[in-house]
């Protein structure tokens, strides 16, 4: 999560007698920013790194972790065996419209059913692509349709239905508002005779005009990307060959350990064996060598 210019403004704020201790998973997505800093700084070898390598008896017990080691590893996940109640769980499909109505399924009906979870707070659909049939955009469509089907009121703005109890997602930085990239709320309700939506961030309510909706989209389906830094109770993740161009294996790390409770793929096999293994993409920085180390 942590740029180049957000290190830059952290570094410039520290004042000279403090101590920086920065913790992180280096597995992960890199920042959406310019730059992948952490990778960078424990590359240089300028500073002493500790790496937390070993899973103890409690983690071990989760197939959640057990299959984020193995993905990291370039395994694949282990299936659980019939009949077993557990936390990790995958779905094969073969052709892409039946993994859409799977995954509504199993999203709206399924997870609600066996673990108890509310499908529109607690559940959580991460794709690797806002394009396609298991692309965010039309996964928010289909949700939207089952989940909030009926609203009492609704508006149409930049290609996107509002309604109250709607799910939706900030997509940019609004200090005026206070809210932020990534931010999670809900549709509380709709004020036609002030031209605006209202949203509830955590129980913060935030005004949006109706000509000012551009920045907020439906989040019932996210992309990974967009996911970073978050967790869910239970995450239901689409992995297909439609989505060769981004299938790799921290893209993979990262969307499964976004799940605290449950983590459901649903996708083609050989889809998930690209991303598993499938190397991270390199990006090319200078800082490696500006802080003394060499560069592969």
Do not use: C
Not at 149 to 161: A, K, L, V
């Amino acid at each position: 999560m942590l740029d180049v210019p957000l290190m830059n403004a952290l570094l410039k704020a520290v004042p000279e007698h403090a101590g920086l201790l920065l913790v992180g998973d280096v597995d992960q997505l890199p920042s959406v920013g310019p730059g992948q800093v952490l990778a960078d700084v424990i590359a240089s070898g300028a500073v002493p790194v500790a790496r937390l390598t070993e899973v103890f008896r409690q983690a071990a017990e989760s197939r959640i972790v057990v299959n984020a080691h193995r993905i990291n590893a370039g395994q694949m996940p282990e299936r659980p065996r019939p009949d077993e109640k557990i936390d990790f769980y995958m779905v094969e499909i073969d052709d892409l419209e039946v993994g859409v109505v799977k995954l509504i399924e199993v999203a709206t009906r399924r997870i609600p059913r066996s673990f108890g979870l509310d499908p529109v707070k607690d559940v959580q659909v991460l794709t690797p692509m806002q394009r396609g049939s298991l692309g965010a955009r039309n996964l928010n469509h289909e949700l939207q349709r089952v989940l909030n089907p009926n609203p009492p009121q609704q508006i149409e703005r930049f290609g996107w239905r509002f309604a109250p109890s709607d799910r939706v997602m900030e997509t940019q930085n609004d200090y005026d508002r206070e809210v932020f990239n990534g931010d999670l709320g809900m549709v509380a309700r709709i004020d036609e005779e002030e031209g605006a939506v209202i949203v509830s961030f955590e129980g913060r309510e935030v005004i949006y005009p109706f000509g000012e909706l551009d920045t907020l989209v439906p989040a019932f389906a996210t992309t990974i990307h967009k996911s970073q830094g978050s967790e869910y109770p239970a995450v239901v993740i689409p992995i297909v060959t439609q989505h060769f161009t981004m299938l790799a294996r921290n893209l993979l790390y990262t969307a499964v350990t976004r799940g605290k409770r449950l983590v459901v793929l649903i996708g083609q096999r050989k889809a998930v064996g690209m991303a598993v293994r499938g190397g991270s993409r390199r990006r090319y920085t200078k800082l490696v060598e500006w802080l003394g180390g060499t560069t592969a």
